[in-house]
Nanobody, 121 residues
Framework: QVQFVESGGGLVQPGGSLKLSCVASGGIFSAFGMGWYRQTPGKQRELVASISRAGVPRYRDPVKGRFTISRDNAQNTVYLQMNSLKPEDTAVYYC???????????????WGQGTQVNVSS
């Protein structure tokens, strides 16, 4: 079972930036794609960005041009650089593994604790 520990969240003003980190353990990190997901109260968890085993990123429309996903296989870590943050980006952010062939919000393992991002003035 792969486990994830997310960090880097916090309170930021609109237009600000944050960089999230997710460290994976218990599996061969380079063998699977990774995704960043977010969830707000009353809504389903949704994928916002993914990165394939080969390092090819994909983004959902709400974050295109503002978020950048990257991975460091040597450190078993995936990152999410978030720029030009908006109040609607406020959510708990999670990472998880996923297949490179998926287009939906699928995930492979149990969720970590997530990291809270609050965008507010």
């Amino acid at each position: 079972q792969v486990q994830f520990v997310e960090s880097g969240g916090g309170l930021v003003q609109p237009g600000g930036s944050l960089k999230l980190s997710c460290v994976a353990s218990g599996g061969i990190f380079s063998a699977f794609g990774m995704g960043w997901y977010r969830q707000t109260p009353g809504k389903q968890r949704e994928l916002v960005a993914s990165i394939s085993r080969a390092g090819v990123p994909r983004y959902r429309d709400p974050v295109k041009g503002r978020f950048t996903i990257s991975r460091d296989n040597a450190q078993n870590t995936v990152y999410l650089q978030m720029n030009s943050l908006k109040p609607e980006d406020t959510a708990v952010y999670y990472c998880n593994g996923r297949s490179d062939t998926w287009s939906g919000d699928g995930f492979l393992w149990q969720w970590g604790q997530g990291t809270q991002v609050n965008v507010s003035s």
